[in-house]
């Protein structure tokens, strides 16, 4: 069966200091990945999606990069972290044309 | 006007009542219909998930989808304390798992 990880669970960082997420996922082959901030009461915001190795589409402009080098590894980056940023972070995949998402167990960043 | 809504809540009920939570949307694109439990600070977990019209039935959860109206729900026979999440209405038209929409959730509250 599949299986998604995602870490670190949660980190406080200051302004300004850089920051990744990573995420792997188990058990297939060529997932399409994703990249989701979810904020209280604002629902799930679609930040970055890939097809494929080195393929990364974004949703949202903003600060945040991120990396698939990888097939079953993906990578959220920032240089420099604003307090805007804080939230909590979702990787996540599904299979080809699939109409489901598969969620990992979420990333809290607290920028300070 | 968003493409999903679903109201926040606080929806609290006693234990072993029938809950019903709703999500209503604009799109008559949307084919494809799923239900996500979320635990406090964890991913969404999916739940339940329905092609076009009708009811699906997985032990105490039915998921039903009225496509004449734009409106879904989701009941839960027997509520439990463990029921006790945030549940989130997602939906798409099938073009891409990239374009799935997601309702802001529901905080649903199951008292002993």
């Known amino acids: 069966s599949q299986t998604i990880h995602q870490w670190p669970a949660t980190l406080v960082q200051p302004v300004g200091s850089p920051l990744s997420l990573e995420c792997t996922v188990e058990?297939?082959?060529?997932?399409?990945l994703y990249w989701y901030r979810q904020a209280a009461g604002r629902g799930l915001q679609l930040l970055f999606y890939?097809?494929?190795?080195?393929?990364i589409s974004s949703e949202v402009p903003q600060n945040l990069s991120a990396s698939r080098p990888q097939d079953r590894q993906f990578i959220l980056s920032s240089k420099k972290l604003l307090l805007s940023d804080s939230g909590f972070y979702l990787c996540?995949?599904?299979?080809?044309?699939?109409?489901?998402?598969?969620f990992g167990e979420g990333s809290w960043l607290t920028v300070v | 006007q968003k493409e999903v809504e679903q109201d926040p809540g606080p929806l609290s009920v006693p234990e072993g009542a029938i809950v019903s939570l709703n999500c209503t949307y604009s799109?008559?694109?949307?084919?494809?219909f799923m239900w996500y439990r979320q635990y406090s600070r964890k991913g969404p977990e999916l739940l339940m998930y329905?092609?076009?019209?009708g009811n699906k039935e997985d032990g105490r959860f039915t998921a039903q989808v009225d496509k004449s109206s734009k409106y879904i729900s989701l009941f839960i026979r027997d509520s439990q304390p463990s029921d006790s999440a945030t549940y989130l209405c997602?939906?798409?038209?099938?073009?891409?798992?990239?374009?799935?929409?997601f309702g802001s959730g529901t905080r649903l509250s199951i008292r002993p």
């Open positions: 996540a995949w599904s299979l080809g044309s699939g109409n489901t998402i598969y």
């Open positions: 058990g297939t082959s060529n997932p399409n």
């Open positions: 890939s097809v494929g190795i080195g393929q």
């Open positions: 799109n008559s694109a949307f084919q494809y």
């Open positions: 329905t092609y076009s019209s």
């Open positions: 997602a939906m798409s038209d099938g073009s891409s798992a990239s374009k799935i929409i």
